[in-house]
């Protein structure tokens, strides 16, 4: 089974750094497509574009509505219509709810989950003024489904992301369009390496126990892990599936205690 994108075009949020995003870019551009890669630094988009065949980079802080519309007027000029965008912008949280202020609440849910609303909403419009029958995917998270200390903000996000993800299948399903999601657990990239030594004054060992002790299949999840999942989604190979939510957490999420707690 071979997935062709070629001739097809696709908006990678929050995609020009090495974590979730950077897989996603590498599977559809392995699988022939179009990218359209942005963040918020325009220095570091510019340097993902030189990593794939074919891609353009684009600045823009997708939390602000008239920088979403900037972002869609420079894709129409540059690329023409999309086929697909995938909602990977997001920022993390690790503080408890009664502590946190206003100010990183709002920095919080205007990028988790009102940027990918104002860009699934652009991009549902354009799919249905062109007649395309696109793809958005959203990538949520295994702490949407089950949670732990610190994060029950990061989480309502996410949950808030799931229920967009089924809600806008059913309202846009009548014209064509699919929306999905997947939902990574503990991913080995840069970004959660610092995120972990952080947290743990044994960061090498606490991933060791993540890995052997709390998943089913005891191998790290990669970035490609994700995008490959991504791929088959936005693929024909998925048409018949939309508003699900694919756990891609190596079945993190389905233990109820640790691989050595019942030996």
Not at 144 to 158: E, G, P, Q, R, V
Not at 171 to 190: F, H, M, T, W
Not at 204 to 217: A, C, G, M, N
Request: with cysteine; glycine share 10%.
């Amino acid at each position: 089974m071979k997935i062709d994108l070629s001739n097809k075009n696709f908006l990678v949020t929050g995609s020009a750094g090495f974590g979730v995003g950077s897989g996603i870019c590498k599977a559809i551009d392995n699988a022939g497509g179009t990218l359209v890669i942005n963040d918020l630094s325009g220095k570091k988009v510019q340097e993902a574009t030189t990593q794939y065949k074919n891609a353009i980079g684009i600045q823009a802080d997708i939390s602000k509505s008239e920088e979403v519309i900037h972002l869609f007027d420079e894709i129409k000029k540059q690329v023409g219509p999309l086929h697909g965008v995938v909602n990977n912008a997001g920022i993390g949280h690790r503080k408890p709810a009664h502590m946190t202020d206003l100010e990183e609440f709002d920095a919080l849910f205007n990028t988790n989950f009102k940027g990918a609303w104002m860009i699934s909403k652009a991009f549902a419009q354009d799919c249905i003024e062109h007649q395309i029958k696109g793809n958005i995917i959203n990538i949520s998270s295994v702490h949407a489904f089950n949670s732990t200390n610190k994060y029950s903000l990061y989480a309502s996000t996410k949950g808030a992301l799931n229920n967009l993800t089924r809600g806008l299948s059913i309202e846009l399903g009548k014209y064509g369009i699919r929306c999905n999601g997947i939902a990574p657990g503990y991913v080995d990239s840069a970004y959660n390496v610092k995120a972990v030594n952080e947290w743990s004054d044994e960061p090498e060992q606490w991933i060791k126990d993540q890995v052997e002790e709390y998943q089913s299949l005891p191998k790290v999840i990669t970035s490609t892990d994700c995008g490959n999942a991504v791929v088959f989604l936005l693929s024909e190979y998925s048409k018949s599936i939309t508003g699900q939510i694919i756990k891609v957490d190596s079945g993190f999420t389905n233990l109820l205690y640790s691989n050595s707690f019942l030996p």
